[in-house]
């Protein structure tokens, strides 16, 4: 995997090269699918709807996502939370770029839209 300029990080592409989604459950109760996988070195539990949230602060950057949580596999430090707001902001550069790349696509690749 190469990096940016500035040897930190990823591109995007390089991230969704490395991309495993290992499980897809949809919910019965309240819609959306609770989306389970890998990428980068990290495991990502991600509550996804097809339709954007109702109120704007509920979804990340407009992402149809509500949570995401994004857990970094080498130490099990857990380095980002999004529960309809931020618990704890992505703490790595690497972290940054995964939860940019899971809220540019995530719900398209899930819901086909």
């Known amino acids: 995997m190469t990096t940016n300029e ?5 591109d995007a592409s390089e991230l969704l090269e490395s991309l495993r989604i290992t499980k897809v459950q949809r919910r019965t109760s309240c819609g959306g699918s609770w989306v ?9 539990d991600a509550l996804v709807f097809p ?33 309809r707001g931020w618990d704890i902001r992505p703490t790595t550069p690497l972290a940054a770029a995964i939860v940019d790349v899971l809220a540019a696509g995530l719900a398209e690749h899930v819901f086909g839209n």
């Not at 389970?36 to 990502?44: D, E, S, Y």
């Not at 109702?54 to 995401?68: C, G």
């Open 6 to 10: 500035k040897n930190t990080t990823p």
């Open 36 to 44: 389970v996988g890998t990428i980068a070195g990290h495991r990502f």
């Open 51 to 83: 339709e954007h949230a109702d109120r704007a602060d509920f979804e990340l950057e407009d992402s149809r996502i509500s949570k995401l949580w994004l857990k970094q596999l080498d130490n099990h430090a857990t380095v980002a939370n999004f529960d």
